[in-house]
């Protein structure tokens, strides 16, 4: 399985937290990532999972596919839930896409990729494309298939 980490699109200031909306600029960062994605996808076996905050659901709507709402993604989530819900690197089939926050998208990117849950800054509306080690170990490094930000789209 394939794993997309993708960090939800630039929002609004402002509280509740949970309640912020993407800002103009963001619901377009979020259809140029999406779109950037969604070409590439395979036609079958993609999963889109959501933070049930409403900026990430918000990111997540424009891939225009059908995603579930995971409260373990929300932002208080740690390394060990997002790897633990995912199942990596056992989950073999398709692709999953993981729509969330920071620190924890950063940290989960660092840990699957060197083996340690470091501080990696992610930008808004950027992602990181995953593949299981060619091994299929849990010890060995993910592999990084792209990394793409939306300012490198607009």
Known sequence: MD???????????????ASR????RGERDAVLIA?????????RNVTILSSPTRRTRQTADAFGRRYELADRIGPPASVEDVIDLVDWPDR???????????????EVIATLVTGQPEPWPV????????????????????????????????
């Not at 794993?3 to 937290?17: N, Y």
């Not at 593949?131 to 607009?154: I, M, T, W």
């Open 3 to 17: 794993l997309i980490l993708l960090r939800h699109a630039q929002a609004e200031d402002g509280t509740p937290d």
């Open 21 to 24: 909306r993407l800002t103009r």
């Open 35 to 43: 779109n950037w994605i969604v070409r590439r996808l395979p036609e």
């Open 92 to 106: 073999r089939d398709g692709v999953l896409i993981i729509v969330g926050h920071q620190p924890w998208i950063g």
């Open 123 to 154: 930008r808004k509306g950027a992602f990181w494309w995953l593949s299981p080690p060619a091994d299929g170990s849990r010890q060995a490094p993910a592999r990084v298939r792209a990394v793409l930000g939306p300012d490198l789209l607009r």
